[in-house]
């Protein structure tokens, strides 16, 4: 389970990262996420550790996989038989 500072930090790298692997601006994601950057530092590395973000250590480019809306299972609308 993701604490408050990852959750808003995904949130915010979704938003802004989530076509193309990316080398992540830190001050931009504290500015954006409200936190400070030792905070979003700890947020990126526990959403690396989680699996929400892949990091690519040779061309240090991160790549967000998906959101916690999308890791959501999805009820189905059909009629129930």
Known sequence: MLDDAARKVLTVMWNVYRNDPSIIDVYYLSQKAQR????VK???N????EG???WDRKANTFKVLYNR???KPVMSR???K
């Open 46 to 49: 526990e959403l690396v550790k």
């Open 52 to 54: 929400f973000v892949l």
């Open 36 to 39: 400070t950057e030792e905070q």
């Open 42 to 44: 700890d947020a990126i």
């Open 78 to 80: 059909g009629w129930i």
């Open 69 to 71: 809306e999308a890791a």
